[in-house]
Structure formats: structure tokens, C-alpha cells
Nanobody, 120 residues
Framework: QLTESGGGLVQAGASLTISCVAS????????VAWFRQAQGSEREFVAA????????FYGEGVKGRFIITKDNAKRTVFLQMDNLKPEDTADYYC???????????????WGRGTQVTVSS
């Protein structure tokens, strides 16, 4: 089970870090990703990290502003979001799967999401 936290309302230009905690399962062999979905829009890939944290991947809209990290000892993945923009407003979902070497799709376990709102 994945549980996201840390969402909230911030102003444009601010920073926010959201977290995803895995309560069960082989976390240290799992790739973990963040996706987001804005109201009326399709779900969008945001970032992913390999099981050991050595490899990270980002969607085009967040490159250079967001950083994903993974702490296997704490069973937690973080998404640090800097220089937030109103277009980053969305529900952010954490997802995990066995690390098979692909990171943009086919995630099997999903959290319920945390809402991030960026005001202009």
C-alpha cells in the first residue's frame, strides 16, 4: 500500500516536497514513479526512480525543477518540487512496480493521491 502526503496550496515560485510511503511489499526492488492528473486532463508522467535510486527520469514539463529521491530504509520516495507554476496544479499519485528496466508505464500499485495547488 502506498500513501502520499505533503500536498497543499502554495504560491507560484514556491517549493514543496511530497512523500510516498510504502507500508508493505519489496520496496527495495521496486521502481517508483510520480504521476499527476489535473482536472479535465489525462494522467501525466512526472518522474520515476530505479530501485536503488541510481537512475531517475523526468517528464518534459518538470525537468530542472523537480527532483525524485528514494530512501529504501524509510520505504519512502520524495518529490521535491521547486519553482512551482500554476500549471503544476494537479492530484499527484505515487506508483510502484518491480524494477524491470522500464520506468514510464505499467505500474501495478498506486496510492490515492495528494493534491497540489499552485496559485498565481
Amino acid at each position: 500500500q502506498l500513501t502520499e502526503s505533503g500536498g497543499g496550496l502554495v504560491q507560484a515560485g514556491a517549493s514543496l516536497t511530497i512523500s510516498c510511503v510504502a507500508s508493505e511489499g519489496p520496496f527495495d526492488s521496486s521502481a517508483v514513479a510520480w504521476f499527476r492528473q489535473a482536472q479535465g486532463s489525462e494522467r501525466e508522467f512526472v518522474a520515476a526512480i530505479s530501485r536503488g535510486g541510481m537512475h531517475t527520469f523526468y517528464g518534459e514539463g518538470v525537468k530542472g525543477r523537480f527532483i525524485i529521491t528514494k530512501d529504501n530504509a524509510k520505504r519512502t520516495v520524495f518529490l521535491q518540487m521547486d519553482n512551482l507554476k500554476p500549471e503544476d496544479t494537479a492530484d499527484y499519485y505515487c506508483a510502484a512496480k518491480f524494477d524491470s528496466g522500464t520506468y514510464y508505464r505499467d505500474y501495478t500499485n498506486w496510492g490515492r493521491g495528494t493534491q497540489v495547488t499552485v496559485s498565481s
